[in-house]
Structures are given as structure tokens and as C-alpha cells.
């Protein structure tokens, strides 16, 4: 019988060490992954970043030449069909990566998974399936331009 005892004493440390281990790696991957949801649920909530324009980037617009502001996160194009302003958000709709404007084919093209969009934002080539967020500029008297990301309040 003694020997008995001294033969499960150590499967019964070992069954016990396993058994913490698998508590404590648990728990450890559920506070991850409750701190992830977490912050995804609330990444909303971050204050926005005031995106304002030097006036002199609307000054020297060149018609059908996106100009990319960084600090203000943006692409602006001034068409020339009508010479009207256009802003668009500098991430794709994808995965959120920062396309660069190609010019030998007219297309924004995102470096990530190979989105592709036209001057007008429109998705021309996925897995993008939403357009690029467009923004409205506000320019009021005596500020900076400012990109909005809602429309204008009339």
C-alpha cells in the first residue's frame, strides 16, 4: 500500500501543475482578449484630430493632381472639370492602409492588399468594397481650413 502512495504522489503533482498551468495560460489569454475587445469597443471614443489645411496647399492646387496633406490625414483634389475641391480620408476602407496616388494610371493604390480607387474615391479594384471616406472642407473667415468628416450643418 505504501508503495501505492508514493507512486501517485507524483502523478497527482504533476496532474496539478498542469491543471494551474492551463488555469493561469487561460486566464491569461482572457484578459487579452477582453483588453482587445475592449479597446476596440472604445477606439471610437479617442479624441479627434483637429485636421486643419494650410491655406496656401488650396492656393497651389493643380487641377486632377491629389496633393496628400499628412497632418491633416487627408488626399485633396482639385478637379477640373468644374475646379471644385474635394477631400478624401488617407485610409483605405479595407484594412485602414494609406494609398499613394499613382499617375502614370490615374488611381490611388493602396500598398496593403491592392485596392485601387479613381480621382472620385470610387473603388475601381478590391477587396475594398466602400469608396474613400470623402470629407468636407470648411473654410471659415479668419481660420485655417479644416476638414470635416460629417457634412456641413446648413
Do not use: Y
Not at 482572457?30 to 491655406?55: D, I, Q, T, Y
Not at 474635394?86 to 493604390?109: I, K, S, Y
Amino acid at each position: 500500500m505504501d508503495q501505492r502512495a508514493q507512486q501517485n504522489t507524483p502523478d497527482q503533482s504533476k496532474r496539478s501543475f498542469l491543471k494551474q498551468s492551463l488555469i493561469f495560460i487561460g486566464g491569461a489569454v482572457a484578459l487579452a482578449v477582453s483588453w482587445g475587445m475592449g479597446r476596440f469597443a472604445l477606439f471610437s471614443n479617442e479624441k479627434k484630430k483637429l485636421r486643419e489645411v494650410p491655406s496656401e496647399v488650396l492656393a497651389k492646387l493643380q487641377p486632377d493632381v491629389p496633393v496628400h496633406v499628412p497632418g491633416a490625414e487627408a488626399w485633396i483634389v482639385k478637379r477640373k472639370s468644374d475646379g471644385s475641391v474635394v477631400a478624401f480620408d488617407d485610409r483605405c476602407t479595407h484594412l485602414g492602409c494609406r494609398p499613394n496616388w499613382n499617375p502614370q494610371r490615374n488611381l490611388f493604390e493602396c500598398p496593403c492588399h491592392g485596392s485601387e480607387f479613381d480621382m472620385e474615391g470610387v473603388v475601381k479594384r478590391g477587396p475594398a468594397k466602400l469608396p474613400m471616406a470623402r470629407l468636407t472642407i470648411s473654410t471659415k473667415e479668419g481660420e485655417k481650413p479644416r476638414l470635416l468628416d460629417r457634412p456641413l450643418a446648413s
